[in-house]
T-cell receptor, first 114, second 116 residues
Framework: NAGVTQTPKFQVLKTGQSMTLQCAQD?????MYWYRQDPGMGLRLIYY???????DKGEVPNGYNVSRLNKREFSLRLESAAPSQTSVYFC?????????????FGEGSWLTVV | GENVEQHPSTLSVQEGDSAVIKCTYS??????FPWYKQELGKRPQLIID???NVGEKKDQRIAVTLNKTAKHFSLHITETQPEDSAVYFC????WGGGTSYGKLTFGQGTILTVHP
């Protein structure tokens, strides 16, 4: 069991470039999330997917798009990166109700936009 | 939406002392309150959590209290050790009615330093 796996771990982008952060979980979880964490702050929810085929906006969705490719994978896309999107991005997943209440975080992806 | 305020932003204690971190939340629909410890460069790690049907929960040196009427909850760490030094985050989530508890709103964090 690898848990929640994110790629890449580190990325430097130029303003205006696009990129996709990949996330996969091997725990058969229904729900998946993308958070960002700016320096000295708590995590903020960007988008989430309650189940395969559904996605919803979180607190800070502007500038991002997501795809729930299948039950395992949930990707986050920056179409035109801006310096304000420099952050650490965490993917997470949760099991179905009745199967515990632990939120599993990935190790994070450090993104710098110059 | 939910707003979670966390205080203090920094806390410095001597080894063996107690540490208390407080959070307030705004949305009465929130009913799940986890606390996370985050070390530099690492992912958040759940240390304790509480549901709104419980007023207090304890796990060894760590305890959490919840006052749902006043909309605040607190983390208590007793007999602190240098390895407790980290950033601590509180969070709140509306768990139930089909909404996943993973939709967390985090506080701003508290940098805890435990001096030997």
């Amino acid at each position: 069991n690898a848990g929640v796996t994110q790629t890449p771990k580190f990325q430097v982008l130029k303003t205006g470039q696009s990129m996709t952060l990949q996330c996969a979980q091997d725990m058969n979880h229904n729900s998946m999330y993308w958070y960002r964490q700016d320096p000295g702050m708590g995590l903020r929810l960007i988008y989430y997917s309650a189940s395969e085929g559904t996605t919803d906006k979180g607190e800070v969705p502007n500038g991002y798009n997501v795809s729930r490719l299948n039950k395992r994978e949930f990707s986050l896309r920056l179409e035109s990166a801006a310096p304000s999107q420099t952050s650490v991005y965490f993917c997470a997943s949760t099991p179905p109700r009745g199967h515990g209440n632990t939120i599993y975080f990935g190790e994070g992806s450090w993104l710098t936009v110059v | 939406g939910e707003n979670v305020e966390q205080h203090p932003s920094t806390l410095s204690v001597q080894e063996g002392d107690s540490a208390v971190i407080k959070c307030t939340y705004s949305d009465s629909a929130s009913n799940y309150f986890p606390w996370y410890k985050q070390e530099l460069g690492k992912r958040p790690q759940l240390i304790i959590d509480i549901r709104s049907n419980v007023g207090e929960k304890k796990d060894q040196r760590i305890a959490v209290t919840l006052n749902k009427t006043a909309k605040h909850f607190s983390l208590h760490i007793t007999e602190t050790q240098p390895e407790d030094s980290a950033v601590y985050f509180c969070a709140a989530s509306p768990w139930g009615g089909g909404t996943s508890y993973g939709k967390l709103t985090f506080g701003q964090g508290t940098i805890l330093t435990v001096h030997p």
